[in-house]
């Protein structure tokens, strides 16, 4: 690079350090948008993970002391939202449950209840998401690098560094998507609150059924036929 692309560098990097100095001490009409800190969210896409997240809870609920030799009951889904996933979950805790020592008892006499709740969020007009960090310094990177070792010969040879690095990094990488689920398994004795514990996933859209069947979007009927168009037939 020529001395005077870095000062040009420099000058532009100077302009954007006194610009954002200036837009934190004046005033401003409204409260602007700042992100979070980066965070982290899993995709719940398998029934394996179903199952993960029935091990955490039923750790969890061993790990109270007031509710190791407490009689537990889990009842058995018949509203209108019950899915896939409720039956299956509830299933998977009950054995982890178990296997865990503790009490499940099949009425509910005698014992308090363990049950869940499944809430569906879909984003709209999000706009841009920042991609997974380091993404556009490893495509960058792996761009150059191709570029280097292509030889003239044989350019398919370039494709091979950042297809090795995708293979290394791509396994932690996940659409984030506009749909995602609150998970919130509680116990209960009466009105009173004795465990709770909420888990938040990205999900598919298309999975949206697992979770929450009466949400999704039915396929319009087909108008009737009209009955002088019957007639007509004969």
Not at 49 to 58: G, I, S, T
Not at 152 to 169: E, F, Q, R, Y
Request: with cysteine; net charge neutral.
């Amino acid at each position: 690079m020529s001395l005077s692309r870095v000062a040009l560098l420099a000058i532009v990097i100077a302009i954007g350090l006194a610009l954002s100095g200036c837009f934190y001490t004046n005033a401003a009409q409204v409260p602007m948008a700042k992100t979070y800190p980066y965070t982290e969210q899993q995709r719940m896409q398998a029934a394996h993970h179903w199952q993960v997240l029935a091990e955490h809870e039923a750790k969890g609920i061993l790990q109270q002391h007031h509710l190791r030799a407490t009689p537990l009951y889990l009842p058995q889904r018949q509203d209108h939202a019950s899915g896939e996933f409720a039956r299956g979950y509830r299933a998977l805790l009950t054995s982890e449950l178990v296997s865990g020592g503790a009490i499940v008892k099949k009425r509910p006499a005698g014992a308090v209840t363990v049950d869940f709740d499944v809430e569906v969020v879909n984003h709209s007009g999000r706009g841009f998401i920042r991609p997974y960090p380091g993404v556009m310094t490893l495509a960058a990177f792996a761009t150059g690098v191709s570029v280097l070792v292509a030889p003239s010969s044989n350019a398919g040879l370039a494709l091979i560094p950042p297809v090795a690095m995708s293979d290394v990094t791509s396994g932690s990488w996940t659409a984030v998507g506009n749909e995602e689920i609150i998970i919130t398994t509680e116990i209960t004795d009466n009105e009173r609150v004795l465990y709770s514990s909420s888990n938040i996933y990205y999900i598919n859209q298309g999975d949206r059924r697992h979770y929450a069947p009466h949400r999704v979007p039915q396929p319009p009927r087909p108008p009737p036929v009209p009955r002088v168009a019957l007639d007509n037939q004969w």
